[in-house]
């Protein structure tokens, strides 16, 4: 008896432990239902912070652009970023995205087949990283969209006095998103914000856990202190060659890739906020972080971050103003190598110092530092360690040479990722100038490295001594490096010298050249090298409510670009049967000014002539643009036109105004083609609420952004 009830035990403890084992076997192989995107997907139209998603074969595009490099801008495409860092290839796979905050500058690169293009600032970055779930965090098994589309979720309709209303005290809640800074040369920790289940609602902020992840040789300062960062030393020196023309044409090592500066988003938002008249309690759920349209001093790009460690200034013993009609931001990238001589260096520092005293160094002028090369570059000193011309030839004198060969692409690759950041000095508003001195040719190649920093906004000067001699241009590693280096190939940029010993005569001229911010090609970005004119339909079908509404959106574009004389400038029409000229190019000169003057625009009220209007635009504001300005007409209006606008329109084209089409409610899709440059589907929109013009923000500043990038460099 006493041994069946143990057996009978004993079957009943084997059962359940198989029956246990089974349970956890099924709850082990439950797998995450991963969702498919197109290749076209955004990683900006996904609501989710953090997802995984599949991605089909066949997203190795062109068409599908990515912007950035490590570190991409929102409105790239997943999939082809994911390719473009090397996580999956054309075969498609599994990625993992993670919304990171706007970044200060995107590096384009050409990476596993694809050619990612750089963009100046953006407000939503974001990290591919491979397909697999971090611990302790749920993701989506559907993914959630922004829609650009009317029937996307948002809140009560606006009415028009509430516009009005908003108009005159715009008090909307301004989110500052911050993120720790610690690190040391090894290593950075970011916060990230794990993504909330599918059933939160979108409107619900989600408590932010941290968890901590480790990114390669990015040193983050905090920002009230100054971390020492001492001047690099030279490697140890190799056997001198005893004749000048005695180069080691060894190859180059390629500069290790730049781990990129990232910030971590703070909250979940699926679309960055623009600029708003509402008061908050009106915005729709993905515009709770909106900041006042009327405060143009906040800016949706800045991060709080400084990505490298600054070096410790010297004491100034006086500061200068320096001359003003010069305010560039310069480095010089000193020939160190022995091939130079020790004579030859010496004239070399005697050339900078003569530069440093024709310039006029000062706060209010040029900025000025040094980066030596050999082997490898060092800096000498910042832009901010010295601020006058006086303690700066002391300094010059000073320097020791390096030795080496004379790795000028390494040096230029130092100075894109190292020298012109805020802790080094840089100034944001300066146009960016590096000057290479080149003793006969380089020993590595220059074309990517100069491409890189062309990209970033780097103006790229080549002083060359001695070139090389016709029985030498076999010894060249890269033959017409100049010509590939430099932003433009008229000569403006190059300044050949035959002998050392002649270099003071071309002082005057490279100090004109660089101080001629008007011809500074390369500092030109999407955001500061158009006249920006709006053309405003002012028609009584548009109504007072509506009107502000267009303002609103006038503002939002117009407070994302950089407005001064020198950089981007605004202007504006309004148009009925007739036409007023609000405010010229040429009337305001700083974001504010022009943010006050489109808030004080008065509905006119009346018909609808368009192409007269775009004839008015073209004589008023486009034949007074600049020369060196992209001409770009951004036209918005609600209806079909009492006149022809094709012949107008296509006069503006010609006369290479760039223009866009902004159609609301009952526009005509055949009139804002017409108005529209070439491809049309770029340059023209329709909305069919005034409600919903603000969606179109973002759009529209990329597109602009991308027809910039294009352009051809010579």
């Given at each position: 008896m006493r041994a069946t009830v143990i057996a009978?035990?004993?079957g009943v403890f084997l059962t359940c432990t198989y029956t246990a084992k089974e349970a956890t076997k099924k709850t082990k192989k439950a797998k995450l239902y991963v969702p498919q995107i197109d290749c076209d997907v955004k990683a900006g139209k996904i609501i989710n912070p953090e997802f995984i998603a599949k991605c089909p074969p066949g997203c190795q595009d062109i068409k599908h652009r990515v912007y950035g490099t490590d570190i991409y801008a929102s409105f790239s495409s997943v999939c082809n970023a994911a390719i473009h860092s090397g996580i999956i290839d054309n075969s498609g796979g599994k990625v993992l995205v993670q919304k990171v905050a706007g970044h200060s500058g995107y590096r384009g690169s050409f990476s596993n087949g694809v050619r990612s293009l750089s963009l100046p600032r953006w407000r939503e970055s974001f990290l591919v990283s491979e397909g697999k779930p971090r611990k302790g965090v749920t993701y989506p098994s559907t993914l959630e969209y922004s829609s650009s589309k009317s029937t996307a979720v948002k809140s009560e309709p606006k009415k028009p006095e509430q516009d009005l209303k908003g108009m005159k005290s715009a008090d909307t809640s301004n989110t500052s998103e911050k993120a720790s800074d610690q690190g040391d040369t090894a290593r950075k920790e970011r916060q990230t914000t794990p993504v909330p289940t599918p059933g939160t609602e979108m409107a619900t902020t989600t408590p932010t856990p941290t968890t901590t992840t480790t990114e390669p040789s990015t040193t983050v300062p905090q920002p009230t202190t100054t971390p020492a960062a001492p001047r690099t030393t030279a490697a140890p020196a190799k056997a001198r060659p005893g004749l000048h023309r005695g180069r080691d044409m060894g190859s180059s090592s390629v500069h290790p890739a730049y781990a990129s500066v990232v910030a971590a988003a703070a909250s979940a938002q699926h679309q960055e906020p623009v600029a708003t008249f509402q008061s908050a309690a009106s915005s729709p759920v993905h515009l709770a972080m909106e900041i006042d349209s009327w405060k143009p001093g906040l800016s949706l790009f800045d991060t709080g971050f400084s990505s490298k460690e600054e070096l410790n200034p010297k004491p100034l013993e006086s500061i200068s103003q320096g001359n003003q009609n010069c305010k560039v931001d310069l480095s010089f990238l000193m020939d160190g190598s022995w091939s130079i001589g020790k004579r030859r260096f010496q004239l070399q520092k005697r050339f900078l110092g003569n530069v440093a005293q024709a310039l006029g160094i000062g706060s209010a002028g040029p900025l000025m530092g040094i980066v030596q090369y050999g082997d490898d570059p060092s800096t000498e000193f910042?832009?901010?360690t010295y601020a006058n011309s006086k303690d700066l030839r002391n300094a010059i004198e000073k320097i020791q040479q390096k030795g080496g060969l004379s790795n000028v692409g390494k040096a230029l690759s130092f100075v894109n990722k190292n020298f012109f950041l805020d802790a080094n000095g840089n100034r944001g508003g300066a146009p960016n100038v590096v000057v290479v001195m080149v003793d006969g040719w380089p020993t590595d190649r220059v074309e990517e490295a100069s491409r890189l920093a062309r990209e970033s906004g780097i103006n790229i000067f080549f002083v060359t001594v001695e070139a090389a001699a016709q029985s030498e241009k076999q010894n060249v590693v890269e033959p017409n490096f100049v010509d590939k280096a430099v932003c433009r190939t008229s000569g403006f940029y190059s300044i050949n010298v035959p002998s050392w010993f002649s270099l003071h005569k071309v002082v005057q001229p490279l100090v004109k050249r660089v101080c001629d911010t008007e011809r500074l090609a390369c500092s030109k970005t999407c955001l500061n090298a158009a006249d920006i004119g709006f053309v405003i339909d002012g028609s009584s079908s548009v109504g007072t409510g509506n009107?502000?509404?267009?303002?609103?959106?006038?503002?939002?574009?117009?407070?994302?670009?950089e407005i001064s004389d020198t950089d981007t400038r605004i202007g504006a029409v309004q148009y009925?049967?007739?036409?007023?000229?609000e405010f010229s190019f040429?009337?305001?000169?700083?974001?504010?000014?022009?943010?006050n003057a489109i808030k004080r625009i008065s509905y006119w009220s009346g018909g609808t002539s368009t192409g007269a209007a775009i004839s008015y635009?073209?004589?008023q504001l486009f034949s007074k643009s600049k020369p060196n300005k992209r001409k770009i007409m951004i036209l918005i209006t609600d209806g079909r036109s009492y006149d022809d606008v094709s012949v107008p329109a296509m006069a503006a084209h010609q006369n290479g105004v760039i223009a866009y089409s902004i159609g609301v409610a009952w526009a005509a899709p055949d009139e804002l083609e017409a108005i529209a440059s070439d491809p049309a589907k770029e340059h023209s929109f329709?909305?069919?609420?005034?409600?919903?013009?603000?969606?179109?923000?973002?759009?529209?500043?990329?597109?602009?952004?991308?027809?910039?990038?294009?352009?051809?460099?010579?």
């Open positions: 009978t035990f004993f910042n832009l901010k009107f502000r509404t267009v303002l609103q959106f006038v503002a939002n574009i117009s407070k994302e670009f009925t049967y007739e036409q007023r000229l040429d009337k305001y000169s700083t974001k504010q000014d022009v943010l635009a073209s004589e329709f909305v069919d609420d005034f409600d919903n013009l603000y969606r179109y923000v973002n759009q529209l500043i990329q597109n602009i952004c991308t027809e910039f990038n294009s352009q051809p460099r010579n």
